[in-house]
């Protein structure tokens, strides 16, 4: 088993240290076999640490840590996460120009492994192939240009298929079910379901009950005001869609 471990988070934008913390305090433990989601109202921090677990430097880490198994990665940069197990499924995948998807895709395999142990061609494509299918992708998917004219939900549908592809110990996925219709959610469920193993955990933004329908979480948690206010099992987000965020407040989840 392996645990990423987040303590006493605070963190601030970078390049506006003036402003006010945009995360104040966030604890979370995620260990491999777990699928965490996190749920929230918008505006509350939620990406914000999504992307600063993941290593984006435009967020500033003023106080607390990061660790997985005990080792911190908060100095670490973004290739060296991705190397310790950590994936990032994006809210607004970026498209790029002149790298095809599969291109992209054997180059974040092969970057996570040795030099001397990259994966053969014939390897990946079979898995690719495979993966694709499960994913009911079109197969000229594999050889367009990076999320370039991917429709909202290709784009999501394609941050799954890299997340099968490359394996990782941690999937952090930030409203993967934004903008999918009722097929494409089920399907990008069904990938984040095979994925599920003891060696693999993951933490799922999402707004939504009805995504939590097909990825049954262990845990849920509920961030407001950059901290994590309220922790329950699948139970918690059912109640949620009743109840709304409104009377939860900071502190809650000490009570
Ligand atoms: P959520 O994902 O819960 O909707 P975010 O983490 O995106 O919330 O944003 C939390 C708060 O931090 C918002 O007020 C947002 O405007 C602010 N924020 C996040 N990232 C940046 C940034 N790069 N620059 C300025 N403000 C930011
Ligand atoms: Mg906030
Ligand atoms: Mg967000």
């Known amino acids: 088993m392996t645990t990423l471990k987040i303590t006493d988070l605070h963190v601030k ?16 433990t995620v260990s491999t076999g777990e699928i965490h989601a996190l749920m929230g109202p918008n505006g509350n921090g939620k990406s914000t640490l999504a992307e600063t677990i993941m290593g984006n430097p435009k967020y500033l880490v003023t106080q607390g840590d990061i660790t997985i198994d005990g080792e911190s990665i908060k100095d670490l940069g973004v290739d060296e996460r991705a190397r310790a197990g950590l994936f990032l499924g994006m809210q607004y995948p970026a498209e ?19 030099e001397d142990d990259q994966i053969s061609i014939m390897k990946f494509l079979k898995e690719l192939d495979a993966a694709m299918d499960f994913l009911k992708m079109p197969e000229d998917m594999a050889d367009r240009y990076l999320n370039q004219g991917f429709s909202g939900g290709e784009k999501k549908r394609n941050e799954i298929l890299q997340m099968m592809m490359i394996k990782p110990k941690f999937g952090l996925l930030d409203e993967i079910d934004s903008g999918l219709d009722i097929d494409a959610l089920r399907i990008v469920a069904n990938g984040v379901n095979k994925m599920r193993s003891p060696e693999f955990g993951t933490l799922m933004i999402t707004h939504y009950q009805r995504l939590l329908d ?42």
Do not use: Q, S, W
């Open 96 to 114: 790029i120009a002149g790298v095809t998807n599969a291109e992209f895709i054997r180059a974040a395999i092969n970057a996570r492994r040795p």
């Open 13 to 28: 934008v970078k390049e506006e240290p003036e402003h006010p913390e945009i995360l104040k305090g966030v604890n979370l």
């Open 214 to 255: 097909y990825i049954v979480p262990d845990f849920v948690h509920v961030m407001k005001d950059g901290e994590i206010i309220e922790t329950g099992g699948a139970e918690l987000a059912k109640e949620l869609e009743k109840t709304g965020y409104e009377h939860l407040k900071a502190g809650d989840a000490n009570a």
